[in-house]
């Protein structure tokens, strides 16, 4: 257990359709990260967010949006659902967002996933 | 803008050891990490290497030489367990906060 919690873990839903997903880091991290994994692909990276403030972008559609709320907790929102969206959606968390010291790690503890259906 | 790359498969039999290369492109460079990902699983952090030279977790080894952008993961006395995903991943352009992961290399283990 990594002990970052995603909910839920598994959603179908229709196409135009609007979903919210949400992340709990675990105790302590204040960085949150969003990535999109289809079938049989690499980690899309989404955004991350550091205490609250967007922090990075990555290839994040306008129909997604996300927030990170004073307890830490983060929600991903997908609008205008289509077929395509289907995928895993991974929370990850870590101590840190700024430049390492003494080339320290901050390694990224990953939720179990909500997979996603749209049909 | 950052871009890595890795083999998509790798066939190995039980026993022997891998090796799992990764070439990045990045303008600012934070480190070179490694992570697991078995089937309908989360990624799991393995590795991570800032410094060039070898990094040594049990059975598995990652390597670093950022003069070359090069890395590589070293799986010895491979087991059916390790049959997984296996994704190199930088921080790197954009300050330290991204981190991007490449495509991954599905490493299949065979008795």
């Known amino acids: 257990d990594s002990g970052v919690t995603q909910t839920p873990k598994h959603l179908i839903t229709a196409t135009g359709q609007r979903v919210t997903l949400r992340c709990s880091p675990r105790?302590?991290?204040?960085?949150v990260y969003w990535y999109q994994q289809s079938l049989d692909q690499g980690l899309q990276f989404l955004i991350q967010?550091?205490?609250?403030?967007?922090?990075a972008k990555g290839n994040i559609l306008e129909r997604f949006s996300a927030q990170q709320f004073p307890d830490l907790h983060s929600e991903l929102n997908l609008s205008s659902l289509e077929l395509g969206d289907s995928a895993l959606y991974f929370c990850?968390?870590?101590?840190?967002?700024?430049?390492?010291?003494?080339?320290?790690?901050?390694?990224?503890?990953f939720g179990q996933g909500t997979r996603l259906t749209v049909v | 803008g950052q871009s890595l790359e890795q083999p998509s498969e790798v066939t190995a039999v039980e026993g022997a050891i891998v090796q799992i290369n990764c070439t990045y492109q990045?303008?600012?460079?934070?480190?070179l990490s490694w992570y697991q990902q078995h089937d309908g699983g989360a990624p799991t952090f393995l590795s991570y290497?800032?410094?060039?030279g070898l990094e040594e977790t049990g059975r598995f080894s990652s390597f670093l030489s950022r003069s070359d952008s090069y890395g590589y993961l070293l799986l010895q006395e491979l087991q059916m367990k390790d049959s997984a995903s296996y994704f190199c991943?930088?921080?790197?352009?954009?300050?330290?906060?991204?981190?991007?992961f490449g495509a991954g290399t599905r490493l299949a283990v065979h008795p």
């Open positions: 990850a968390s870590s101590v840190g967002a700024g430049a390492p010291t003494n080339n320290q790690n901050t390694e990224a503890f």
């Open positions: 105790s302590g991290d204040l960085s």
């Open positions: 967010y550091y205490n609250g403030e967007e922090r």
């Open positions: 990045t303008s600012g460079f934070y480190g």
């Open positions: 290497n800032a410094l060039d």
């Open positions: 991943a930088v921080r790197g352009s954009g300050g330290y906060n991204k981190l991007i």
